[in-house]
Nanobody, 126 residues
Framework: QVQLVESGGGSVQAGGSLRLSCTSSGLTYTRYCMGWFRQAPGKEREGVATIDSDSRITYTDSVKGRFTISQDNAKNGPYLQMNSLEPVDTAMYYC????????????????????WGQGTQVTVSS
């Protein structure tokens, strides 16, 4: 059973930076897709960035040029470097994983994933 634990959330002012980490255990898939999703109050969960075992990466348009996803081999999960944060980035951020390659923009759909962490809160003030 895959377990995911997020860390690194917090409160920052607009323009600031945060780095989120995801530590996984039980991930035995040879090919996998992992990613970061976020959900703001009253809104649907949306895909932020994904990365697969071949290091192919997909970002949602609103974070391109500001966020960077990469694999952290020590934690066996992806980290998300978030720069130039804006109040609209305020949300609970979740790490997710599934078997198989990501497949581009389709990997940003939350329905594709069967393993989720508990989330870490990111709050950006203006």
């Amino acid at each position: 059973q895959v377990q995911l634990v997020e860390s690194g959330g917090g409160s920052v002012q607009a323009g600031g930076s945060l780095r989120l980490s995801c530590t996984s255990s039980g991930l035995t898939y040879t090919r996998y897709c992992m990613g970061w999703f976020r959900q703001a109050p009253g809104k649907e969960r949306e895909g932020v960035a994904t990365i697969d075992s071949d290091s192919r990466i997909t970002y949602t348009d609103s974070v391109k040029g500001r966020f960077t996803i990469s694999q952290d081999n020590a934690k066996n999960g992806p980290y998300l470097q978030m720069n130039s944060l804006e109040p609209v980035d305020t949300a609970m951020y979740y790490c997710a994983a599934r078997w198989g390659m990501c497949g581009g923009v389709y990997s940003l759909r939350s329905i594709e994933y069967n393993s989720w962490g508990q989330g870490t809160q990111v709050t950006v003030s203006s």
